[in-house]
C-alpha cells in the first residue's frame, strides 16, 4: 500500500484521478473494454468530478459496478447513492454498462444479479474511500474478512449513520437506514488495483488506525495494507495524525 500526501483536497483529487484515468485506458488499451468499482459520498465528489472532466477515457468500453447502497431508500431521495452515480457519472460520461444495487427492491435478489455479474470477469480498478469509523464499503466494524460472497446485506452502526446526517445526506439519524448492500471485503481485494480517496480531518483518526493500527476487522480499511497495489490518497488534514515513520514507510507524497 502506498500513501501520497497532498496539501488539499482538490490537489489529491486531480491526483487520484490522473492515476484512475491511466488505469482505466490501459486496461481498455490490452483487453478493449475496463471493469471499474465506484464509490460514492462526500468525500469522492471532487475526484468523480475530476474523472469525468479527463479526455482520454474512452466511457463507451467501461463497465461500472456500484460498491453499496441503502437499503429501502428510494432512487430519487437525495442520499440514493444510484442517483448519485447516475448524476455524477453515468450520464455525464455517458458509459453504456452499469450494474446498480436497487436497494428499495428486493435486496436478496440485488445481490444475486450484480455479484454474478460482477464475478464474471476480473474488476481492474476500485475507486473507494474510508469511513470515520474505519469502514471500507459499508463493512462496518468488526467488518467480514471470510465471506467469499460479492455482496451482503449488512447492519450500519451508529457511528456510520452519524457520519451520513453530519455530511447534510440525512435531517436526523432516524432518518438513515438501518441496513445497507454492501460489497464484501474479500471482493473489493479482489481487485487488480484500488485507489482509495480519503480527505478531511474527521477522516484523521481512520487513517492513523488503517496505517498504524493492527490488521483487523474493528478497522475494516486496515486490511487495505495487504494488497499489492492500493494508493491512497490524503490531504495534510486526513495524514495530520500519521507519524513521520509511516509516512516514510508508505512512501509516495505528492
Not at 56 to 80: R, T
Not at 155 to 161: F, G, H, K, V, W
Amino acid at each position: 500500500m502506498i500513501a501520497r500526501v497532498f496539501e488539499d483536497k482538490r490537489s489529491l483529487s486531480n491526483a487520484a484521478a490522473e492515476q484512475a484515468s491511466a488505469a482505466v485506458s490501459s486496461a481498455i488499451l490490452d483487453r478493449g473494454r475496463a471493469r471499474i468499482i465506484v464509490a460514492t459520498g462526500t468525500s469522492q465528489l471532487d475526484f468523480l468530478d475530476a474523472l469525468t472532466n479527463t479526455k482520454n477515457i474512452d466511457w463507451q468500453q467501461v463497465e461500472m459496478f456500484h460498491l453499496d447502497e441503502y437499503v429501502g431508500l428510494p432512487l430519487n431521495h437525495p442520499a440514493s447513492f444510484r442517483k448519485y452515480l447516475l448524476e455524477r457519472l453515468i450520464h455525464k460520461v455517458g458509459i453504456t454498462r452499469y450494474h446498480l444495487l436497487d436497494g428499495n427492491g428486493d435486496p436478496t435478489e440485488a445481490v444475486r444479479r450484480v455479484g454474478e455479474a460482477l464475478r464474471s470477469a476480473p474488476v481492474d480498478v476500485a475507486f473507494a474511500g474510508i469511513g470515520e469509523n474505519g469502514h471500507l464499503a459499508f463493512n462496518d466494524p468488526p467488518a467480514d474478512f471470510q465471506t467469499e460472497d460479492a455482496y451482503l446485506v449488512v447492519t450500519l452502526d451508529e457511528a456510520c449513520r452519524r457520519q451520513q446526517v453530519g455530511e447534510g445526506w440525512f435531517a436526523d439519524i432516524s432518518e438513515v437506514p438501518r441496513q445497507a448492500i454492501s460489497m464484501s471485503v474479500r471482493q473489493i481485494l479482489k481487485s487488480k488495483e484500488i485507489i482509495a480517496v480519503v480527505p478531511d480531518a474527521r477522516k484523521a483518526q481512520a487513517v492513523k488506525l488503517c496505517f498504524e493500527g493492527e490488521i483487523s476487522p474493528m478497522t475494516p480499511a486496515s486490511i487495505l495494507r495487504t494488497h499489492p497495489a492500493t494508493t491512497l490518497y490524503l490531504d495534510r488534514e486526513s495524514a495530520s495524525l500519521l507519524s513521520p515513520a509511516t509516512l516514510t514507510a508508505f512512501a509516495g507524497s505528492g
